[in-house]
């Protein structure tokens, strides 16, 4: 089946500027992630969904940083007032959600965000 | 919150040897712990994981073993290929009424040369 997808692939802003990056999760996982990968760091985690509630925003770097889910799917997330700094792959993955239990979280494409 | 250190950074192997990736982690409550591996410019895919309630996992030529008292876990790639040349990030996370956030290392490069 589908899996997760992310949009744009790549997107090219000028400082100052508003960006928003979409995420499709596969379909029927309740559970949605946003994360941050920066050149040669791991993965940091911004921000959880639960349905279209987030119970985890402690990832979130600062306030010019916000994110919704409408109807338990498509997740956005947006930036505003883009910093040099923002620049980075921003990753989304789904999964399965269990009380008690992790389950494996499938990841997006990423898309790659540049601030100019 | 949750630490994870990963080393090494890079990893250098001969095709047909063995590589080891070493992590830890500070969170005690910590009990899932997966394995990620990224291809260049893909996105990451699970390739292993486990769990507090046992000390190894095998699926063919990969293996994680966990240290609970040490809080320490690792990944072993045995008869290795160049087609293993990849990033490979491992996570730890606590069990939170049923998500896991990850708090993931830093990754390990792995160079498989023919």
């Known amino acids: 089946g589908a899996g997760v997808s992310q949009s744009p692939s790549n997107k090219v802003t000028e400082k100052g500027k508003d960006v928003e990056l979409r995420c499709d999760p596969i379909s029927g996982h309740t559970a949605l992630y946003w994360y941050r990968q920066s050149l040669g760091q791991g993965l940091e985690f911004l921000i959880y969904f639960q349905g279209n509630s987030a119970p985890d925003k402690s990832g979130l770097p600062s306030d010019r940083f916000s994110a919704e889910r409408t109807g338990g799917s498509v997740s956005t997330l947006t930036i505003q007032r883009t910093q040099q700094e923002d620049s980075a792959v921003y990753l989304c993955?789904?999964?399965?959600?269990?009380?008690?239990?992790?389950?494996?979280?499938?990841f997006g494409p990423g898309t790659r965000l540049t601030v100019t | 919150g949750e630490n994870v250190e990963q080393h090494p950074s890079t990893l250098s192997v001969q095709e047909g040897d063995s590589a080891v990736i070493k992590c830890t982690y500070s969170?005690?409550?910590?009990?899932?712990f997966p394995w990620y591996k990224q291809e260049l410019g893909k996105r990451p895919q699970l390739i292993i994981d486990i769990r507090s309630n046992v000390g190894e996992k095998k699926d063919q030529r990969i293996a994680v073993t966990l240290n609970k008292t040490a809080k320490h876990f690792s990944l072993h790639i045995t008869e290795t290929q160049p087609e293993d040349s990849a990033v490979y990030f491992c996570a730890a996370s606590p069990a939170n009424s049923g998500y896991s956030t990850l708090t993931f290392g830093k990754g390990t490069m792995l160079l498989v040369s023919p």
């Open positions: 993955a789904s999964s399965l959600y269990d009380t008690g239990v992790q389950n494996e979280q499938y």
């Open positions: 969170d005690s409550a910590s009990n899932y």
